[in-house]
């Protein structure tokens, strides 16, 4: 049983991993069973003595030492098979090695062997006797079921020749390991999303190559080293894990600038293919999804809109800290603003702007002002004084009332209640959109030429994630 203490360390020698660390490890108790307790110790080189003593809950060995066939595949949490023995560790460069065959063994496979001869020499007697009539044309069919029979063993050498998805099928072997790091909510939504974009990926050019060669006659990238599973596993990592790339490269055994490349790459990639994807919806379609408040309270709400800041690095320049500062943050920033369907879909997204900039100014630049239909209700915060704008196409803005006494009047009171408890859906959505954990340091200057293209994907594959509203 793979344990998920934060205070897990491998006893391995010369291994320091730990679940602080390393928390895409799992870390395995040693077993209780005698047997397979001594074969845990001589395989790690650690016998039991006066300087170790294996204790209930604090002795573990990682993941690290264990092969992929070690695991039971299908569980929530990764299992190990009964009797399983770690075999993968610095001293045989972490490859295992295969047990000798025993002389019972080996005496039966040399007899198998001969008897197979054997039958082998019996129909080349009996071929060679019928070899005779070069003449005489095969049966009908012998010829079709050859073809057949040579098509299947050339798919079957094609299959052994692609590359195994090691890594994706690694970490990614529940629906509990997808959602933690790919965000998608179980396996069969994550394999439609695949299976919709695999033939166009693997099309795709590295970056790198793109810039080199410029914006005409790009063809593919050679064959990769990794497949392209695991490329997309790689950006996943970068983005909704929000590791490291040094973290990322020793775990997938390539160079920082690969997983920098690859993360560039994949980011333009989707999208690319998400921004193809037709948000805005019709109000039709927006009334048949509506909770049941929104009809009682605001039953013409097309869009709750909000605008949300993403930390970014400081730049040198004076002139770009004095436009990307945001006095709401107190330091350098990126908003963007997001409009939500009332069961929390997302239907707008708009590229990031500086910090510096106003709620009102980013609405009337970002280009939904005409979206909206005579009749429509927009909901937004107090910050969106976009009444007069919205009046031009015969929509409503609905926002909290203002304070302009000692203190609300029973009915703006209720009325600030209600706009604030249906306006927790886009609150609840961009939280999703920022679950992301790239989202949870500031975002490092060599990332701008990219972080409009993952904000975008981000906020996108938030409707892979299931409908969300209010009552959640």
């Given at each position: 049983m793979a344990e998920a203490r934060n205070k897990s360390f491998c006893s391995v020698p010369g291994c320091s991993c730990s679940a602080q660390k390393q928390p895409y490890l799992s870390f395995h108790s040693v077993p209780v069973d005698s047997d397979v307790r001594r074969k845990w110790s001589q395989a790690i080189r650690r016998e039991e003595g006066p300087n170790f003593v294996i204790k209930k809950g604090s002795t573990y060995v990682c993941s690290r030492h264990f092969t992929s066939e070690d695991y039971i595949l299908g569980c929530s949490v990764s299992r190990l098979i009964p009797g399983a023995v770690p075999s993968l560790f610095p001293w045989n460069n972490f490859t295992?090695?295969?047990?000798?065959?025993?002389?019972?063994?080996?005496?039966?496979?040399?007899?198998?062997?001969?008897s197979l001869k054997a039958q082998n020499n019996e129909i080349a007697m009996k071929v060679a006797k019928l070899d005779h009539d070069y003449a005489t044309p095969p049966p009908p069919g012998v010829r079709d079921e050859a073809v057949g029979y040579i098509q299947d063993l050339e798919a079957k050498l094609k299959e052994l020749a692609l590359p195994s998805p090691a890594l994706f099928r690694r970490y990614c072997a529940s629906n509990d390991q997808i959602r933690f790091y790919t965000k998608f909510p179980s396996e069969r939504v994550f394999k439609i999303f695949w299976e919709s974009i695999a033939p166009s990926a693997s099309r795709l050019a590295y970056w790198s190559k793109a810039k080199r060669i410029g914006q005409s006659d790009i063809t593919p990238s050679p064959s990769r080293r990794m497949p392209l599973i695991d490329e997309f596993l790689m950006y996943s990592m970068r983005v909704a894990v929000g590791m490291k790339e040094q973290l990322i490269a020793d775990m997938f055994e390539v160079s920082v600038a690969t997983v920098s490349r690859v993360t560039i790459t994949w980011a333009n990639y989707l999208f690319l293919m998400l921004g193809s994807l037709p948000l805005w919806v019709s109000m039709d379609k927006v009334k048949?999804?509506?909770?049941?408040?929104?009809?009682?309270?605001?039953?013409?709400?097309?869009?709750?809109?909000?605008?949300?800041?993403?930390?970014?690095?400081?730049?040198?320049?004076?002139?770009?800290?004095?436009?990307?500062?945001?006095?709401?943050?107190?330091?350098?920033?990126?908003?963007?603003?997001?409009?939500?369907?009332?069961?929390?879909?997302?239907?707008?997204?708009?590229?990031?702007?500086?910090?510096?900039?106003?709620?009102?100014?980013?609405?009337?630049?970002?280009?939904?002002?005409?979206?909206?239909?005579?009749?429509?209700?927009?909901?937004?915060?107090?910050?969106?004084?976009?009444?007069?704008?919205?009046?031009?196409?015969?929509?409503?803005?609905?926002?909290?009332?203002?304070?302009?006494?000692?203190?609300?009047?029973?009915?703006?009171?209720?009325?600030?209640?209600?706009?604030?408890?249906?306006?927790?859906?886009?609150?609840?959505?961009?939280?999703?959109?920022?679950?992301?954990?790239?989202?949870?340091?500031?975002?490092?200057?060599?990332?701008?030429?990219?972080?409009?293209?993952?904000?975008?994907?981000?906020?996108?594959?938030?409707?892979?994630?299931?409908?969300l509203s209010y009552e959640e």
């Open positions: 295992s090695h295969l047990k000798r065959e025993s002389v019972y063994e080996r005496t039966n496979k040399r007899l198998s062997m001969l048949s999804v509506m909770p049941a408040k929104f009809k009682m309270h605001c039953s013409n709400v097309r869009v709750i809109l909000d605008c949300t800041e993403i930390a970014v690095a400081t730049a040198s320049s004076l002139t770009l800290q004095s436009e990307m500062f945001s006095h709401y943050k107190n330091r350098t920033t990126l908003k963007g603003l997001i409009g939500v369907a009332p069961n929390g879909l997302v239907t707008f997204v708009l590229p990031l702007y500086t910090g510096s900039i106003s709620d009102k100014e980013i609405t009337k630049i970002s280009g939904i002002l005409p979206l909206p239909e005579p009749g429509n209700e927009v909901m937004a915060d107090k910050g969106f004084l976009i009444e007069d704008l919205l009046s031009n196409v015969g929509a409503k803005l609905i926002i909290p009332p203002f304070k302009h006494s000692a203190q609300f009047t029973r009915e703006e009171t209720k009325k600030t209640q209600a706009i604030a408890r249906l306006r927790i859906v886009v609150e609840r959505v961009i939280g999703r959109v920022k679950s992301n954990h790239i989202w949870d340091s500031p975002a490092p200057l060599t990332l701008m030429g990219t972080v409009n293209q993952i904000w975008h994907n981000c906020c996108v594959m938030v409707n892979f994630q299931g409908p």
